[in-house]
């Protein structure tokens, strides 16, 4: 199958075979594909490789057969979001959120435009933390495993923003005493649909809730990228 | 590839762990070796086992080495305030033949590439910190590569440098010497604009 003008993100490439590379792209129509891009390691490709680093709004032409879809044209449409400092550690969270969470050839329309607006706000320096939790809610919601946040799972009721509460995956929020482990309050889960940021407290007891969320969709697995995001956390409030 | 001889098909097929090296290269070496240079082919075969063997990492900068500290390291003439971090042995030997550095290294052995399983554990920042923190070194050299996973190790190791209360510095990048700006590619251009300096 011939895709053209496909717009598409590169979210991590490996070397493949003698000159070739093995991309992961997110692409709009056709969800994430493994990309074989042919001949573009060594001296003379340097700057065909340089449009095949992560971040860059890019528009592919792929011939897919099978598993694995060739890589025919790349063109770089938009200037590349500058993830610069902690923005880039957090770019590479994305990345391997992305990868760990979807399949191949999964469409997700709603996830690539989610992904594109999380590059433009970590780029534009907006909270890491902040713009991090939306995109996982959206991604969440995109593949299919959204979030509860507006009803207590138990009772059915609306949640109380001065009530605590536990989430549990894909079971929802469940009123708890204060004070027992991972509760947040109902107001964060709240702020988080929506979509307006909650104070530090509240994103730290996001965050916390969403690693679980994330383990929980990974089969129980941990994301690398989490103990290189400490570093960019440990210096924010 | 039918030969024969089970032998040269395994000789083949081990050939071919080498990087760049297919099915056809493999046997046209194998070939090579078993009709003209069979002398030179026990010597590599005999240097091979050894160094598989007995090549580690130093302790020190982590760079292969089969002596617990590498001749660099060991050596008392290399100025021990200056570090350089390195992804890989390849870039040192490139450090050391274009420039005249005399600090030391670091070699990451690799880059922060959470989707490859590397992780600050897995580049020994843990021992590169300890060694910052020592308080000999004044200046760390930051010469990862200017790709997304090298700037955000870049970033890292910088963090890591402060901490210890060192100045990271990082390799100037931009337009390649001798080239025209409009045949530079759009990121290397906008970078180059980036990190313009002052002439004075
Ligand atoms: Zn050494």
């Known amino acids: 199958m011939r895709i053209e003008q496909q717009p598409a993100y590169v979210l991590h490439a490996r070397a493949y075979r003698e000159t070739s590379l093995l991309l992961e792209c997110l692409t709009r129509e056709h969800g994430r594909l493994g990309v074989v891009a042919r001949g573009v390691r060594g001296e003379r490709s340097r700057l065909r490789r340089a449009q095949l680093e992560p971040f860059q709004p890019l528009v592919l032409d792929l011939l897919l057969r099978g598993e694995l879809a060739t890589l025919t044209a790349v063109e770089v449409v938009d200037t590349p979001a500058r993830l610069s400092g902690d923005a880039g550690l957090a770019g590479l969270y994305l990345n391997e959120l992305v990868v760990r969470l979807t399949g191949r050839q999964d469409p997700h329309p709603l996830l690539f435009d989610a992904y594109a607006r999380t590059l433009a706000r970590l780029a534009a320096g907006e909270s890491l933390a902040w713009s991090l939790r939306r995109f996982e809610r959206d991604l969440l919601e995109a593949i299919g495993y959204g979030l509860q946040l507006q009803h207590d799972a138990d009772t059915g009721e609306a949640i109380e923003p001065a009530a605590c509460y536990r989430y549990v995956a894909e079971q929802g929020a469940m009123r708890c005493a204060a004070g027992s482990p991972r509760a947040l309050r109902g107001s964060d889960l709240l702020a988080l649909e929506q979509d307006e940021m909650p104070d530090s407290v509240g994103l730290k007891e996001l965050r916390d809730m969403m690693r679980e969320v994330i383990r929980f969709h990974l089969g129980g697995g941990e994301l690398r990228a989490w103990r290189v995001l400490a570093m960019a956390v440990s210096r924010r409030p | ?200």
Do not use: W
């Not at chain 2, 097929?13 to 082919?41: I, T």
């Not at chain 2, 007995?54 to 660099?72: A, T, V």
């Not at chain 2, 402060?162 to 045949?183: D, I, S």
């Open chain 2, 1 to 200: 590839m039918s030969s024969g001889s089970p032998l040269l098909a395994d000789l083949i097929e081990a050939l071919r762990c080498l990087p760049g090296v297919g099915g056809k290269s493999a046997q046209r070496m194998a070939f090579h070796l078993l009709e003209r240079e069979r002398e030179r082919g026990l010597k590599l075969a005999a240097v091979m086992e050894q160094a598989m063997r007995r090549i580690g990492h130093c302790e020190r900068c982590r760079n292969f080495s089969e002596e617990p500290l590498c001749s660099l390291c060991a050596s008392s003439s290399r100025d021990r305030q200056v570090l350089c971090v390195v992804e890989s042995p390849t870039d040192l030997a490139a450090i050391e033949q274009a420039t005249g550095y005399r600090g030391q290294y670091f070699v990451l052995m690799g880059r922060l590439s959470p989707l490859d399983g590397l992780g600050p554990e897995e580049l020994g920042l843990a021992q590169l910190a300890q060694r910052l923190g020592e308080g000999e070194i004044e200046e760390l050299i930051i010469a990862t590569n200017p790709t997304v996973e090298g700037e955000a190790t870049a970033h890292y190791l910088a963090q890591l440098a402060r901490a210890g209360g060192v100045r990271p510095t990082r390799l100037a990048h931009g337009v390649p010497l001798g080239g025209e700006l409009e045949y530079v590619d759009r990121s290397t251009l906008a970078h180059a604009f980036g990190g313009r300096q002052l002439l004075d």
